[in-house]
């Protein structure tokens, strides 16, 4: 795995900066930059786990 990162984002000018976690925060527009969480990872669903119908009909049980 990669080398741990943090992201930081100014508060006046909304620049982002990434950088390792073992380096203090940055500066920007004479302020310390602040962190800011990543964004949510998101993966396609699995063809064999996904329903290929509307959510609010019943799953076919196979049962004939």
Avoid: F, Q, V, W
Wanted: proline share 9%.
């Amino acid at each position: 795995m990669g080398e741990l990162k943090i992201n930081y984002r100014c508060g006046n000018c909304g620049r982002t900066e990434e950088i390792p976690a073992d380096k203090p925060a940055p500066e920007c527009c004479s302020e310390i930059m602040e962190k800011y969480p990543l964004e949510k990872c998101t993966t396609a669903d699995h063809p064999e786990m996904a329903r290929n119908s509307d959510d609010s009909e019943p799953c076919d049980d196979g049962r004939g």
